[in-house]
């Protein structure tokens, strides 16, 4: 158990619809780290938050956003959701944010399916 | 712009048997290197990471990685594979520029260990 937790495991969706997938890190971590993994794209970085701020964006579409809550939690949020957005969304983090040596410690993910 | 390339989609190799799995990067500069494991319906697991010093780091579960910066390699090892090892693992890239910790994933490589 690596200590991040991702709320829900599963979720399965229309298109068109919005969703919100909730990530908490590890006590103490201060970067949380957002992932897409998918058959043709691989794993894909998203967006880092550190300490509630934005740090760096990658792959990252526009009908997605993100944030970082005070209590250090993040939430990403998938709008207008596509066929092509069915994959399976990690959350990792991080002690600190400004270091690329640090290890990041991934969830258990959570497996979106749009229908 | 920065790569991680893993050359074999599936290794197969006999329990006892010694197991590499192989990585290739293009990165400016000093890499920082790492490498994730992942099993079935689970989230990635830190294996290893090399940041700078002796080229040979040793990890999690008896792996071991062989840093060579000549051939832009870092290839993971383990003296004597077992069943459990069979699973789908990852080599990432950390770019040093920006202050963020993003990682670049290699596609994957799914080891499958045979009794």
């Known amino acids: 158990d690596s200590g991040v937790t991702q709320t829900p495991k599963h979720l399965i969706t229309a298109t068109g619809q919005r969703v919100t997938l909730r990530c908490s890190p590890r006590s103490g971590d201060l970067s949380v780290y957002w992932y897409q993994q998918s058959l043709d794209q691989g794993l894909q970085f998203l967006i880092q938050y550190y300490n509630g701020e934005e740090r760096a964006k990658g792959n990252i579409l526009e009908r997605f956003s993100a944030q970082q809550f005070p209590d250090l939690h993040s939430e990403l949020n998938l709008s207008s959701l596509e066929l092509g957005d069915s994959a399976l969304y990690f959350c990792?983090?991080?002690?600190?944010?400004?270091?690329?040596?640090?290890?990041?410690?991934f969830g258990p993910g959570t497996r979106l399916t749009v229908l | 712009a920065q790569s991680v390339a893993q050359p074999e989609d599936q290794v197969n190799v006999a329990e006892g048997n010694p197991l590499t799995v192989k990585c290739t990067y293009s990165?400016?500069?000093?890499?920082?290197l790492f490498w994730y494991v992942q099993y079935p319906n689970r989230g990635l697991q830190f294996l290893l990471k090399y940041i700078t010093g002796d080229n040979l780091v040793k990890g999690s579960y008896g792996f071991e990685a062989e840093f060579n910066k000549s051939q832009t390699s870092f290839h993971l090892k383990k003296p004597s594979a077992l069943v459990s090892d069979s699973a789908l693992y990852f080599c990432?890239?950390?770019?040093?520029?920006?202050?963020?910790?993003?990682?670049?994933f290699g596609a994957g490589t799914r080891l499958a260990v045979h009794p």
């Open positions: 990792a983090s991080s002690v600190g944010g400004t270091r690329s040596y640090n290890e990041q410690f």
């Open positions: 990165v400016s500069g000093n890499p920082y």
């Open positions: 990432a890239v950390s770019p040093l520029s920006g202050g963020y910790n993003k990682l670049i």
